[in-house]
């Protein structure tokens, strides 16, 4: 027995059935042990960015580690974009790059560097396994660490000779339940209690929604208790899907490119839960957008995010399904004596200002106009897809479209690498997540600009059968750094550029294109590649001049 097939036991052992991944010299040890085990899918892709984010898109849809594998140097060091959004958005990937013999390490030899240094500031662990024997002790600490509390990716380095290594017996180990492996830490109840009686005697109370709440599959827990207490409910970018965007007391996504009526919502709010958010810059217009007045409660598992961007009133170390399950309860008493009726006319008026909010944008515009809006292709969108969809969202301008018209209405429905705003995410996630979620339709709403720092990847779906369908917006540019640009230096530089035609493109790769050049042709094209069994591509030309209406693009 080897290392590697150490390896490949403990992946067997944590449930692993894809291993997204990379070949190599160092790599060819794991990559034979895992060609030997029926239950792990190994899937090849075209790039260390693109494989890792599957392995990322992978986690935030099932929620379960995705798992990568990289050659040394060159390949490992290509992982580091795509391990940075895995760390800023807190989804758990499991990263092992495979190294050189450890005997050669010190001679600088061909593709070798120093292969953990550069991963430490994006992991929450990175280690090294220096011999056969102490891999499944490091897996099962490598698992552990990253689906625990705050889950975030891990680093396992595995030299050549460590993985080649053979071993006459494999180290005797308890197998490791990890479903009986628990963060699901409970709030202090008397700080529960103290929320519940301040929410009550608040006048205009608001829950802000933030990707914790997706990690911790806590939506159904939100939806009662904000019917339960007549809560309006907002959401950051990180938190789409936590809440259902068609209930009435949704009141959109806040921030510099959410939705009017959800920052002015949070703004004139005297009480707001944020219940798993970090209150980001960018979720809160540059920390503007809470009224220092108002009694701030903020739920995070991690500890170091309380308080970081806001003096809270009360800060609740606790996972926040177990927060709202413990809250529940705690109101229920306290509504009895308050009654609610006003509350509820507060969060019925508000989810109604929002869903005209989100309607009116398409006033005054002419949605035959030629070159199509964006606006016109998002309502399309909108209107094509099952509500419990996985939209993977890119990083542009075009991403401020998606938010404040096509709706995410379930659980893990909206994928997008918010923290670390990487373009080249969308695509390769948008294939992660269709492995994890096969019954749900999986789209890719992607700029052009971003689409082409992936888009090789095209073949890996075709050839893998992943069947999702990519939606180009296809402007020519960098419009939002476009947008920027002209409006402090008067003029642009490095933002235009051609596009090949993504359609003929994805053809050539075995997927299925779509050319859309007028409005018409965007929902026979959008059903066709829905109903398709391969991959598509609907590439949508666009009007590049078209204005969104709020935010930082606002004109
Ligand atoms: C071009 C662009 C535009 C953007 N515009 C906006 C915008 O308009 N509005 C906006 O909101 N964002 C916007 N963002 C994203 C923004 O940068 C932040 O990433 C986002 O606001 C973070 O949302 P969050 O706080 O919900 O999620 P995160 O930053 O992921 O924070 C989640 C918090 O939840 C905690 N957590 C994790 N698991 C649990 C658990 N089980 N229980 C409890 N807590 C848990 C984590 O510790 C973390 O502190 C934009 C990004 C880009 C790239
Ligand atoms: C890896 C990476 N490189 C550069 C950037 C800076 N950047 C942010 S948005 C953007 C333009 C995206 O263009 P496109 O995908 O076409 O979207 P559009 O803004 O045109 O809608 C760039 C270059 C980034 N966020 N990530
Ligand atoms: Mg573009």
Redesign the pocket.
Known sequence: MRGSDLLVQSLVQAGVKHVFGMSGHTTLPILDSISREESIRFILARHENTLVSMADGYARASLDPGVCVTHVGPSAANLLTGIGSAF???SPVIAITCNEEQSRLDRDVMNSWDQLTPFRSVTKWSVQARAAKDIPRIMRSAFIRSRLG??QPVQVDIPLDVAAEEIKEAPAAKKPAYASYSSRVRPDPELVADVADRLLRSNRPLVLA???VN??DATAELVQFAELASLPVAV????RGAFPESHPFFVG??????TRTASEALKESDFVLAV????????TMNWTLIDPAATIVQ????PS?IGRQYPVDIGAV???RMFLRDLIPAVKPLLAKAGGAQASARARALGGRCAAERASVLDGLDLDSVPTKARRLVKEIGESIRRDAIIAIG?GRH?HFI?QHVPVDAPRGAIR???F?AIGFAFPASLGAKLACPDRQVLCLVGDGDFCMSMQDMETAARERINVVTVVFNDSSYS?VKFLQARHFGRNIGVDYTNPDFAKYAELGGARGFRVERPGEIRPALEAALKENRPCVVDVILDSAEKTYY?VFAS
């Open positions: 800023r958005d807190s705050r889950r933030g990707a914790g990690r911790s950051t970018s990180g938190g996504i806040v921030g510099r490119s959410g798993g958010s970090r209150l980001s810059d960018y979720a739920v995070d598992i991690d995010e606790a996972d926040c990083g991403s938010n690498s918010v923290g705003g939002s935010g």
